[in-house]
């Protein structure tokens, strides 16, 4: 039973091997391609609160993108948070100096709505302020370090008329701690899954969508009017409509953050719960895979560990549990190939979690799953929200304003 269990671990341990190596292959081959040269006007939205990392530096990179024509309206929900302070201050003494910037910039603040999330609701109101010549709608998120050509990069999928949504994602970099390790190394094993190909999510802290589909899809009216997730919910609403979301490897945004492995534990179950509600299938898949993977190895362990068991028969458990480690590792090296590639960094400043903490992520990926099946309230920034369905949430209470 094992034996056969255990082939086709090896087996599915070598497919996701190889699709990492498709992976990197891709972003080599988008990196080699030149500059696409579509640029119509276009409109990048900014939901802000206080207390991203590299908050103002992301602001400088956000306002001086190289592309010919476009606007940046950051969000806030209200004055009372850090961030506008931060925003009016920076957008003032870009007036008052006469800096040269690529952009034109303005501040909202969105107010606090209890029938959507936080971020949404800011999003709403953005988009009720960008200009009406704006053919492109671009959503960001401010904890994200765009390069000086993310905007050109992400647009110019949309010159193709098969194309509804362009997208990136984020991708962590490793940091001091272990538990910033520890999200670098998670986080980026679902990247990879992004790839060419027709399955791909939209990720909301990086994607374009022409202004006449986003109206036409009914994005604002529809599927934003109760959620907490805008990527997700956009997605649905390109799928519904046969639509197709295009990766962007390009737009792949570096993003760090230090925090208690009790703070990254609760990011990554949030993260699971959002999908069990909103992507439900995608949830599942991943549960499935996981429950197998680590079930295998567990099982093939306890094989190891049992008395009674013919040498050969160990010899075998240990040959299949090794090549799956082993294949698990490399894909997690190939991670680490890609964020030099990509971001400039080296493997003795940290890069080496991708792949030795990979057996770790499976285990805590797999927790992360489990406790999905039974959990409906997330906390986000501050504000507490039951996820009563995808199209109705809930805002059972708030810690900060």
């Known amino acids: 039973m094992f034996l056969a ?24 081959r988008k990196r080699s391609c030149p500059e696409g040269t579509h640029t119509p006007p276009a409109a990048v939205v900014i939901p802000c609160k206080a207390g991203d990392p590299g908050f103002d530096d992301n602001l400088d990179r956000f306002l001086n993108q190289d592309y010919p024509n476009y ?69 960001a998120d401010i904890d994200a370090s765009p390069s000086s050509n993310w905007l050109r990069s992400l647009v ?29 190394a998670w986080d980026t094993s679902i990247a990879t899954f992004m790839g060419d190909h027709n399955h791909n999510p939209a990720w909301g802290g990086s994607m374009a969508i022409r202004a006449a589909d986003f109206h036409r899809l ?69 549960l499935a895979v996981s429950l197998f993977y680590c079930g295998t190895v567990v099982w093939g362990l306890a094989l190891l560990g049992t008395p009674g ?39 003795d400043r940290g890069d080496s979690c991708y792949w030795l903490l990979s057996p770790l992520v499976s285990g805590v990926m797999l927790v992360n799953l489990v406790m999905a099946a039974f959990a409906r309230r997330i906390e986000w920034r501050g504000t507490e929200y039951e996820l009563v369905s995808p199209d109705r949430v809930r805002v059972v209470g708030r810690t900060s304003p």
Not at 14 to 28: H, K, M, Y
Not at 169 to 184: N, Q, T, V
Not at 234 to 259: D, K, M, N, Y
């Open 309 to 347: 068991v013919p040498a050969h028969q160990r010899l075998v458990v240990a040959i299949l549990l090794s090549a799956a480690i082993l294949l698990n590792g490399g894909k997690g090296y190939i991670r680490a190939l890609v964020t030099r590639e990509l971001f400039g960094r080296k493997t």
């Open 71 to 139: 606007q940046v309206v950051f969000t806030v929900a209200t004055e009372v948070d850090p961030a506008y302070r931060q925003i009016r201050e920076r957008l003032e003494s870009r007036a008052v100096s006469g800096m040269i910037c690529n952009s034109r910039a303005s501040l909202v603040v969105a107010g606090i709505a209890e029938e959507r999330g936080e971020k949404v609701n800011n999003l709403l109101r953005g988009v009720e302020r960008v200009d009406q010549t704006a053919e492109v709608l671009v959503f």
């Open 156 to 184: 110019a999928p949309l010159a193709s008329s098969q194309v509804t949504v362009s997208t990136g994602f984020r991708w962590y970099l490793p940091g001091k701690g272990f538990a910033s390790r520890l999200r670098a």
């Open 218 to 286: 009914h994005i604002a009216e529809r599927h934003w009017a109760s959620t907490v997730s805008d990527d997700f919910s956009l997605s649905r609403a390109v799928r519904e409509a046969r639509g197709t979301i295009r990766f962007e490897p390009r737009c792949l945004v570096a993003s760090r953050e230090e925090s208690s492995l009790w703070e990254f534990l609760r990011w990554a179950a949030r993260q699971m719960i959002i999908t069990r509600v909103y992507a439900p299938v995608l949830w599942r898949m991943g």
């Open 5 to 28: 269990l255990g082939v086709l671990l090896l087996l599915q341990s070598a497919w996701s091997f190889i699709d990492g190596i498709r992976f990197l292959r891709l972003v080599r």
